[in-house]
């Protein structure tokens, strides 16, 4: 049973920050495709960033960008999300996902859908 773990969620006032944490395995990690996806309360699943763990070349989505930055950690197979400037529409459940198999063009273009994904950490913003 393959899983990601997601950490670092919590509640928070508008403009403050947060990292979360997604641990993947070794062989979903190294060399893939790790995403985040942001789910607002009622409101679809979306992909916001991702990053291939070698060519180290972001994706954000619109809503993120020059707010939200990727970063990671080979030595624990763990990809961040540094949230700053969290506004309120910002809230909801946030899932790391990973696909050995997804393309290095879909992961750069913001089309990386996952295919492993963790439980998920809910972020509030008030």
């Known amino acids: 049973h393959v899983q990601l773990v997601e950490s670092g969620g919590g509640s928070v006032q508008a403009g403050e920050s947060l990292t979360l944490s997604c641990t993947a395995p070794?062989?979903?990690?190294?060399?893939?495709?790790i995403g985040w996806f942001h789910q607002a309360p009622g409101k679809e699943r979306e992909p916001i960033a991702a990053m291939h763990t070698t060519l180290q070349v972001p994706y954000y989505a619109d809503s993120v960008k020059g707010r939200f930055t990727m970063s990671q950690d080979d030595a624990k197979n763990t990809v961040y999300l540094q949230l700053n400037g969290l506004k309120p529409e910002d809230t909801g459940m946030y899932y790391c996902?990973?696909?050995?198999?997804?393309?290095?063009?879909?992961?750069?273009?913001?089309?990386?859908?996952?295919?492993?994904w963790g439980q998920g950490t809910q972020v509030t913003v008030s």
């Open positions: 996902a990973g696909d050995p198999a997804a393309s290095i063009r879909s992961c750069t273009g913001g089309s990386f859908s996952g295919r492993y």
């Open positions: 070794r062989d979903i990690y190294k060399g893939n495709c």
